[in-house]
């Protein structure tokens, strides 16, 4: 009977309460996805690298060795032997390792020397591997493999030509020319830095510095393509490296005796834990994010309030009704709370609705675009734990508006008394 009474109470004012559920939904879209996409960021974020224990490099900040070595942001405060790494990749508790080379770029996305194992041992979000779109790794000293997004927004395929630049600058005036790459490769799509990255082999990344001094190019001294597909290319320094151990139980001991290498000052993290530190700096934007929603939603709901308040004179013959047929002031406030509760339900499941839709229609455009993985899955505790908020604040809201209607039911009675 309430819930009968109050949608028809709603139907008699059908524009308003349109209009009401609408600037709910709005708002609900706006908290929800706000919500949604800072919890989807932070998960894609957190699982860029997955199953590396330790990640080595010159001695520096740890988010800053996160960010030059994973994210490709930054650069190295110095370069790692190739001695010093040969010395920890030997390790017995040591897996395997993947070294990292940079320096160099093509229009501006960063090229990365390293070695087939990354194409194996790199996984990304649940223990994920790389894989391929087209063609396979590097196998020749002049392949290299693109990430999806440098494919896609320059248009290669493979077996194209590719000149890469010395240094990391959009635009180079320093172009390794004489030794062009050919495209051997094309990763599909991961959320991660490889999207935007290129990758060759560590001897292509030497065979193209041959000849060079303090980064100029010194005419007449490069070997020739030919001598070079013959000769022993042995990196001297590498920029970083990732360490995959047999047992997790040597992740410290290891970690402190690299962190103690007394030939040059190197530096162990623990990715997992330097995401989280890296994630907890950019939480005031969230925050922020978070606040305006909530803010936005308040306004909504006042909007609401303000609403029935506004109509309670004109439905003064409605209570009257209701009173007569033996209706107290506890049902009217009820048949309010209850209106209240629908408009806000409805606003919430358009808000659902249409944020759902709004994923599933652009959620390969942003992988694409972003490389952000935005999952369509909306239900988890916290959004639960939100609408109940958003259900609580409307109906403690609607508090006023119910107890105006109940006085001016009883003031109705009285006066027909």
Not at 235 to 245: E, K
Not at 357 to 363: C, F, H, K, R, W
Request: proline share 4%; net charge neutral.
């Amino acid at each position: 009977m309430f819930f009968k009474l109050a949608w028809n109470s709603l139907r008699s004012r059908s524009a308003t309460a349109l209009l009401t559920v609408f600037s709910i939904a709005i708002s609900v879209f706006v908290l929800l996805g706000v919500d949604h996409i800072c919890h989807e960021a932070k998960r894609n974020f957190s699982q860029t690298v997955s199953g590396v224990d330790l990640i080595v490099g010159a001695r520096t900040g740890q988010v800053n060795l996160l960010l030059y070595s994973v994210f490709h942001i930054g650069n190295a405060t110095n370069n790692i032997d190739w001695r010093s790494y040969q010395h920890v990749a030997n390790d017995p508790n040591v897996a395997w390792t993947i070294p990292i080379s940079l320096g160099d770029s093509h229009h501006g996305y960063r090229v990365m020397g390293t070695t087939t194992d990354f194409f194996t041992r790199y996984h990304y979000g649940q223990k994920r591997p790389l894989t391929f779109a087209a063609g396979k790794p590097f196998d020749n000293l002049f392949d290299v493999v693109l990430g999806a997004q440098v494919a896609a927004n320059l248009g290669y395929e493979i077996g194209d030509p590719i000149v890469l630049a010395h240094g990391l600058g959009a635009t180079s005036f320093s172009q390794h020319d004489d030794l062009p790459f050919v495209v051997s490769g094309i990763l599909k799509p991961s959320g991660t830095p490889v999207d935007q990255t290129l990758m060759v082999s560590l001897a292509g990344i030497e065979s193209i510095h041959m000849g060079w001094q303090n980064g100029v190019k010194m005419p007449g001294q490069a070997p020739s393509r030919g001598a070079l597909q013959n000769m022993v290319l042995t990196p001297q320094t590498i920029t970083a490296f990732m360490v995959g151990l047999k047992s997790k139980m040597a992740t410290f001991r290891l970690q402190r005796a690299i962190n103690e290498y007394p030939r040059e000052p190197l530096m162990a993290i623990l990715p997992g834990v330097t995401l989280t530190e890296l994630w907890g700096t950019m939480a005031v934007v969230e925050n922020t994010l978070q606040i305006v929603s909530w803010l936005v939603l308040f306004a909504s709901l006042l909007g609401m309030c303000t609403m029935l308040l506004a109509s309670m004179k004109e439905r003064q013959r409605e209570f009257a009704i209701l009173r007569s047929i033996g209706a107290g002031p506890l049902f009217i406030w009820l048949a309010i709370e209850l209106e209240i509760l629908l408009m806000v339900v409805l606003g919430m499941a358009v808000a659902l609705f249409t944020l759902w839709v709004g994923i599933m229609l652009l959620q390969n455009s942003v992988s694409e675009q972003w490389g952000l993985f935005i999952s369509a899955d909306l239900i988890h505790p916290q959004t639960g734990v939100m609408l109940a908020v958003i259900v609580g604040c409307s109906l403690l809201l609607g508090c006023l508006p119910a107890l105006r209607a109940s006085t001016l039911a009883l003031h109705g009675k009285l006066m027909r008394g």
